[in-house]
């Protein structure tokens, strides 16, 4: 429902404390990236190379989303800066990985590849190829658009909200997967299309007079209101006490 909480659900129901986790530092990751890209010293890619590699060990979605997290920031920048950024985030990258390979070993890497070609769905690398490239596109028509933009982080954000938006779409609406279980990517979805349209709306919402202001923070409060009591609703609803004993996860351990 619209109401209710999207990642407590999947975090509960589901089992995404992974996934959930590693969406709660994605937004500090970056913001790290972004500094080392900018500042370049030894200090910020030492914690980019932290921060790349918690991500990475935690979740294997997390690889995703610091892949096209990290080709969107480089993509927010002028065509002309983006060269030396981008080589330097390829060996960052590639002296993060040396460092948790012992860990990521390159056949836990291939198993993890293969099996999710084939975890709830047919999805194939030849048969998700076509629609890596439609977005791609989409990518790149949305680059030549706001190159123009002023204001880099909402350039980011509509980046980094194109992708995610565009991956769980092609799967519900035309039954097209670009990646494997891409209706998973709706965590993501939800984070960039909250923040894109937020950072999108706001040289609107700063011309408004004061009034206008007053009405629309009162009419977000009210939401933000009835959002909480429904969330609060929802969540004595999926949280339950259980004997930890007996679940799989402890037998397995």
């Given at each position: 429902?619209?109401?209710?909480?999207?990642?407590?659900?999947?975090?509960?129901y589901w089992g995404e404390g992974p996934h959930n986790a590693v969406l709660?530092?994605?937004?500090?990751?970056?913001?790290?990236?972004?500094?080392?890209?900018?500042?370049?010293?030894?200090?910020?890619?030492?914690?980019?190379?932290?921060?790349?590699?918690?991500?990475?060990?935690?979740?294997?979605?997390?690889?995703?989303?610091?892949?096209?997290?990290?080709?969107?920031?480089?993509?927010?920048?002028?065509?002309?800066?983006?060269?030396?950024?981008?080589?330097?985030?390829?060996?960052?990258g590639i002296v993060t990985y040396l460092w948790i390979s012992p860990f990521?070993?390159?056949?836990?890497?291939?198993?993890?590849?293969?099996?999710?070609?084939?975890?709830?769905?047919?999805?194939?690398?030849?048969?998700?190829?076509?629609?890596?490239?439609?977005?791609?596109?989409?990518?790149?028509?949305?680059?030549?658009?706001?190159?123009?933009?002023?204001?880099?982080?909402?350039?980011?954000?509509?980046?980094?909200?194109?992708?995610?938006?565009?991956?769980?779409?092609?799967?519900?609406?035309?039954?097209?997967?670009?990646?494997?279980?891409?209706?998973?990517?709706?965590?993501?979805?939800?984070?960039?299309?909250?923040?894109?349209?937020?950072?999108?709306?706001?040289?609107?919402?700063?011309?408004?007079?004061?009034?206008?202001?007053?009405?629309?923070?009162?009419?977000?409060?009210?939401?933000?209101?009835?959002?909480?009591?429904?969330?609060?609703?929802?969540?004595?609803?999926?949280?339950?006490?259980?004997?930890?004993?007996?679940?799989?996860?402890?037998?397995?351990?």
């Amino acid at each position: 429902g619209l109401w209710n909480p999207w990642r407590l659900r999947v975090l509960v129901y589901w089992g995404e404390g992974p996934h959930n986790a590693v969406l709660s530092v994605l937004p500090l990751a970056l913001m790290i990236v972004y500094l080392a890209v900018k500042r370049r010293t030894y200090l910020w890619y030492l914690a980019t190379a932290i921060v790349m590699a918690f991500i990475v060990l935690v979740n294997a979605f997390g690889a995703i989303d610091l892949v096209v997290g990290c080709a969107c920031l480089l993509l927010a920048l002028k065509a002309r800066e983006i060269a030396r950024p981008a080589v330097l985030l390829c060996a960052i990258g590639i002296v993060t990985y040396l460092w948790i390979s012992p860990f990521l070993t390159p056949t836990l890497i291939h198993t993890i590849s293969e099996n999710s070609q084939f975890v709830g769905g047919d999805f194939r690398s030849a048969k998700l190829l076509p629609w890596k490239l439609v977005i791609l596109v989409g990518l790149a028509g949305l680059v030549f658009v706001t190159r123009k933009m002023r204001d880099y982080f909402t350039r980011f954000t509509l980046l980094f909200a194109f992708v995610f938006l565009a991956i769980p779409a092609l799967y519900f609406l035309a039954n097209r997967a670009a990646l494997p279980q891409p209706s998973r990517y709706t965590l993501e979805m939800e984070m960039g299309v909250a923040l894109a349209v937020a950072f999108s709306l706001r040289p609107l919402v700063r011309r408004w007079k004061p009034p206008f202001k007053v009405i629309a923070a009162t009419l977000m409060l009210a939401l933000s209101v009835h959002q909480i009591v429904s969330y609060r609703r929802y969540a004595k609803t999926v949280i339950q006490k259980i004997d930890v004993n007996q679940t799989i996860e402890y037998r397995i351990a």
